[in-house]
């Protein structure tokens, strides 16, 4: 099950701000208002929820879409969890995703993972459950072009014990591909995003896709450094991608000048299509709530800090000496700086 939060520190009692929260605290104004507090029970909860933000979308007519939690439990500050388990956790989720938006619209959907290795190990693990028509695997890097390629690929897969690439399964791939109606794409690696952004523009063209899982934050933060694709990638590729789902949780400590002396504290920044950006405070046993929230722009890693400090009655004074000294000169990233530079500012409403 999921490891319970770790404890707040007791602080002394210091004059709190809330900022105000207008969320519904029930009623079908819910989503739109946002939320007052989230507490998914269950990992099948948040992907129900992502299921159904993804759908509010793609009926307001958007198309490039971004699904973002923590797959396993204990994902926080950068999910550092072993790959395979991330990998496996998150396509169990997004065939459920899928399962339920076949199940409820009638639509095809086609899940992509980054290559034929993968995906040859994927199509045997679930093929119970693609034996329904609308549901389909296949890859980024697809079915070689050439005699070269192909030769290529098996060498690969027989020194990855998987034997000879299964014609019948990128054949399945790519009847799949032809036919669907939505696409999700997971698991892909920085190195992989220009695969990414070629199979989006030739192969899905103007059908939907959903980025699902893709810890596109931490991946933007890699662009632009040696051996790594450029960060054009995300000026003229990530921007375009509306997040409809996101819960991006992690985990802060402050020294303060009385007993205890360290303040550990934890939120996350959360948004759930069409409601606005919140900033959510966990408390011990109560699952997150609501400290900050507005409609647009999403909140920087920075500001979602300040809002919880704030919440906590420990914000330094603002435009102070301690303000400066304990947040530095730099206070936001290269990507949430270069606006300018963006074809797009879907990512950030």
């Not at 969890?81 to 997004?94: F, H, M």
């Amino acid at each position: 099950g999921t490891a319970p939060p770790r404890a707040f520190a007791r602080w002394p009692a210091r004059p709190a701000r809330l900022a105000p929260c207008y969320a519904a605290a029930s009623g079908a104004d819910t989503v739109a208002k946002g939320r007052d507090r989230y507490r998914p029970a269950t990992f099948e909860e948040i992907v129900t929820d992502a299921k159904n933000a993804t759908l509010r979308a793609l009926d307001a007519g958007n198309q490039l879409m971004e699904v973002e939690y923590p797959a396993v439990p204990g994902g926080n500050n950068g999910y550092m969890t072993e790959g395979n388990a991330w990998n496996d956790a998150n396509l169990q989720q997004v065939f459920a995703a899928a399962q339920k938006i076949s199940d409820e619209r009638g639509l095809k959907v086609h899940v992509v993972v980054p290559d034929n290795v993968e995906l040859v190990r994927y199509a045997k693990e679930y093929e119970d459950r693609l034996e329904d028509p609308n549901l389909s695997i296949g890859s980024l890097t697809g079915r070689p072009e050439n005699a070269a390629g192909a030769a290529w690929q098996n060498v690969s897969f027989l020194f990855g014990a998987l034997g000879r690439m299964d014609e019948a399964v990128m054949d399945a791939a790519d009847f799949g591909e032809v036919g669907a109606g939505l696409f999700i794409i997971l698991n892909a690696s920085t190195v992989e995003l220009p695969l990414v952004r070629t199979y989006v523009e030739d192969k899905v063209g103007d059908r939907p896709v959903v980025l699902w899982n893709l810890q596109l934050d931490t991946l933007r933060s890699d662009l632009g450094l040696p051996a790594f694709p450029g960060k054009a990638v995300h000026y003229e590729f990530l921007s375009k991608f509306l997040p409809v789902f996101y819960l991006r949780q992690r985990d802060y400590s402050k020294t303060i000048p009385d007993p205890p002396y360290t303040l550990n504290y934890s939120g996350a920044l959360f948004r759930e299509f069409p409601g606005p950006w919140q900033v959510m405070r966990k408390k011990d046993g109560a699952g997150l709530f609501c400290v900050a929230e507005r409609k647009a722009p999403r909140y920087t890693l920075f500001e979602s800090k300040q809002e919880l400090l704030v919440s906590l009655g420990e914000a330094e004074e603002k435009g102070s000496n301690m303000e400066f000294l304990r947040a530095g000169y730099k206070t936001s990233t290269w990507f949430e700086e270069d606006e300018e530079l963006e074809v797009s500012d879907a990512w950030r409403m």
